[in-house]
């Protein structure tokens, strides 16, 4: 009977050793990931912030500017060209009413189109020129 207990409370700190080797390897293995994510997210802190200074690099005006002009082919505009918000037609404005407001500002050329909404020709303003 003193062997049986003996070999029960033998068997109970093996028992117990185990476990706390599982826990102890259980801990290693979930600090070593939490490394390894910590090292991840400085690599990739380190390409967002290479990112951020090359895309401050592209994206500055004096390099955007001849490219736009190179590439578009851009013009720029004349005074007359110029238009305000005031020469923006409202919504539900009809054609005719675009005309006469354009025409108010100068810049569209008189057209003799009807007043009442059913232009006989077409009321158009001038093209800017590129």
Same mark, same amino acid.
């Given at each position: 009977?003193v062997?049986f207990?003996?070999?029960? *409370?033998i !068997? =109970?700190?093996?028992g117990?050793?185990i476990?706390?080797?599982s826990?102890k390897? #259980? ?6 990931k939490i490394?390894s @994510?910590k ?5 990739e802190?380190? %390409?967002?912030?290479? !990112?951020?200074a090359e895309?401050a690099h592209?994206?500055?005006? #004096?390099?955007?500017q001849?490219l *736009?002009d190179k590439?578009? &082919?851009?013009q720029? !505009? =004349?005074?007359?060209?110029i238009?305000g918000p #005031? *020469? ?6 009809r054609? &005719?009413e675009?005309?006469r407001k !354009? #025409?108010a @500002?100068? @810049? *569209?050329e ?5 007043r009442d909404?059913n232009a =006989?020709?077409?009321?158009t303003p %001038? %093209?800017p =020129?590129r």
């Amino acid at each position: 009977m003193v062997r049986f207990l003996n070999l029960l *409370a033998i !068997l =109970a700190l093996v028992g117990s050793a185990i476990y706390a080797y599982s826990i102890k390897y #259980e801990t290693i293995f979930h600090a070593e990931k939490i490394a390894s @994510l910590k090292h991840q997210i400085k690599d990739e802190q380190d %390409s967002i912030g290479m !990112l951020k200074a090359e895309w401050a690099h592209v994206i500055r005006p #004096e390099r955007v500017q001849p490219l *736009a002009d190179k590439l578009l &082919d851009l013009q720029p !505009l =004349a005074l007359n060209q110029i238009v305000g918000p #005031e *020469a923006l037609p409202d919504r539900g404005m009809r054609v &005719d009413e675009i005309g006469r407001k !354009l #025409e108010a @500002l100068g @810049l *569209a050329e008189p057209t003799n189109t009807p007043r009442d909404g059913n232009a =006989a020709g077409s009321v158009t303003p %001038s %093209s800017p =020129a590129r």
